[in-house]
Every structure is written in C-alpha cells, then in structure tokens.
C-alpha cells in the first residue's frame, strides 16, 4: 500500500464508521417514530370505537314504556328509558332516564340519571350528571358529580362537585358536597358539609 493510499484510507474509515453508527441511529429513530405511530393508531381506533358505541347506544335506548311492570333488577347494555313501573334496582352503564310517571322500588346507578315526574324509593348514583326535576320524589341517598335538585328528596346528598338546589327543591337530609347553592325558595332541613363554599 502506497502512501497515497494510507493516508486516503486514514481518512475516508473513519467517515464509513460513522455513517454506519448514523444509519444505525436513523434506523432506531425511525423504529421508534413507527411504534408511535402504531400506537397512536390503535388509541384512535378504541376511541371511535367507543365513540361509536355510545352513538348506538342512543340511538337503540332500551324502553319501559308506561303501563309495563317488571318485577326484577334490570342491567342494560344501553340508554335506559322508564315510564312503566319496576320492582328491583336498575343498573346501566350508560343514561338513565325515569319519567311521566315512571317508578322504581330499588336501587338506580347510571352515567347520566334523570328523573322527571316520577318516583324512586331506593339509592340514586350516577357517575356523572344527576337531575331530578319536575315533581319527582325520592327516598334514599343520592349521589353524582353534579346534581340539580328541583324536587323532593328525603335522604343524604354526596356531590363531588357542584349541587343546586333550585326553587322547587325540597330536601330533608345531611349535606356533603364541594359546592353548593340553595336557591331561593327551595326548602331544606339537615346539616351541610360543604368544602370549598355555598350560596344561600
């Protein structure tokens, strides 16, 4: 080997080298932006399957019409739609909706629960919004995120969030809650345990 050639070996190895280190670095990076990618993909696939699940779930709620009775615990896989009356707890893991007269003897647990024109006699707990309004009558605990009382309800209220208690609410029971207002004239009779403040 010539001189010439030495010193142009000396040189150019160590570029080679490097580009084989670059390009195995460049491989690894690609690998990883990749994996990501595949990540993010299926996250967005479990999502809109989700998604879709609960744009079914609205569209084929699962009725009890007025007039029907069932003696027994319903689960539903769907919105859940009473009118009708019920001797048993109800369970969904999506909406609740009791009205026009509906009636529950048990216990009622859902996401989102409303009760409008009807009567539970059991624990109300949503996992999320609660609102019994427009003559409705309760008689067991209740609990929820945020809850609009603008009915009867005799028993204890637990709100992680926000509770009101609007002008046609009447409660009779203890109070635990972050925050509240009680509108005027609602009518309430308990003790209140209340975190961050309350608005009479």
Known sequence: MTLKE???????????????????????SFDKVFDKIEETK???EVEVASAVNEIVSAANPTVISTGTIINGSIYSESDLN??????????????????????VTGDV??????????KVKGDVKAENILE????????????GEDIELNANVTGDVKCSGFLRVNYAGKLTGN???????????????????????FKL
Not at 8 to 25: L, W
Not at 82 to 99: A, L, P, R, T
């Open 82 to 103: 009473i009118s009708g009356k019920v001797e048993g707890d109800v369970k969904s893991n999506y909406n609740i909706i009791v009205d026009n007269g509906g009636t």
């Open 175 to 197: 109070i635990t809650t972050n925050e509240l207002e009680i509108v005027r004239g609602a009518e309430f009779e308990g003790y209140i345990n209340c975190k961050k403040g």
């Open 6 to 28: 030495k010193i142009v070996n000396s040189i150019f190895e160590p570029i080679e080298e490097e580009e084989e280190v670059t390009t195995e670095t460049e491989t690894s």
């Open 42 to 44: 299926q996250n967005i």
């Open 132 to 143: 019994i309004v427009g003559d409705s009558e309760v008689e067991g605990n209740i609990k």
């Open 109 to 118: 647990k859902g996401n989102n629960i409303r009760l409008s024109s009807s």
